[in-house]
């Protein structure tokens, strides 16, 4: 199984700052590599799949980049309602493992 | 555009099964990969399997295997997950999600909490 493996684990931030978050695959993914926003209570939303293609409806404050082995996910200008779980999540081969979560939490 | 309704909460004893569905609409099952992801308390995200009606194959992860089948009834465009001989460590929620083009898991249901509990 490939794994997967985020840093930081948890991230404390204010509103307007710049955060990057991590992921690393422990083989190559060439770019299947999707990001995901998760909230309490709430089901899992898609941010960024194949590594940089940012989905629809999804603000253009996030931005994905990356290939191979090594992934960030970037959010420019922090909101108030940005604050939640990431996850990272490789789709090249199965079973579809996911990161360990990055949490991001209001300084 | 695909919605994804699941079944509601349950509350299961150690050794019994559950089967939670997902009901499609906007599409026909036969036309979405479907996969199932779990959220136990505490913890991350944890793919549990797909199913592709491409190929018609069934992928369940390891840790799963024996104890999981997803199944599903085109008739109705219902997607089920049955998980059998629970534990108290299967108390989650479940979620269904469809693949889109690229591999992406873009649509998700809206959860079912499974409670397993003497």
């Known amino acids: 199984d490939i794994q997967m493996t985020q840093s930081p684990s948890s991230l404390s931030a204010s509103v307007g700052d710049r955060v990057t978050i991590t992921c690393r695959a422990s083989?190559?993914?060439?770019?299947?590599l999707n990001w995901y926003q998760h909230k309490p209570g709430k089901a899992p939303k898609l941010l960024v799949y194949t590594a940089s293609s940012l989905q629809s409806g999804v603000p253009s404050r996030f931005s994905g980049s990356g290939s191979g082995t090594d992934f960030t996910l970037t959010i420019s200008s922090l909101q108030p309602e940005d604050f939640a779980t990431y996850y990272c999540q490789q789709s090249y081969s199965t079973p579809y493992t996911f990161g360990q979560g990055t949490k991001l939490e209001i300084k | 555009q695909v919605q994804l309704v699941q079944s509601g909460t349950e509350v299961k004893k150690p050794g019994a099964s559950v089967k939670v569905s997902c009901k499609v609409s906007g599409f026909t099952l036969t036309e979405l990969s479907m996969h199932w992801v779990r959220q136990a308390p505490g913890k991350g995200l944890e793919w549990m399997g797909r199913?592709?009606?491409?190929?018609?194959?069934?992928i369940y992860a390891q840790k799963f295997q024996g104890r999981v089948t997803m199944t599903e009834d085109t008739s109705t465009d219902t997607a089920y997950m049955e998980l059998s001989s629970l534990r108290s460590d299967d108390t989650a929620v479940y979620y269904c999600?469809?693949?889109?083009?690229?591999?992406?898991?873009?649509?998700w249901g809206q959860g079912t909490t499974v409670n397993v509990s003497s």
């Open positions: 083989q190559s993914i060439s770019s299947y």
């Open positions: 999600a469809s693949e889109n083009l690229d591999h992406a898991m873009d649509v």
């Open positions: 199913f592709d009606p491409k190929d018609g194959k069934r």
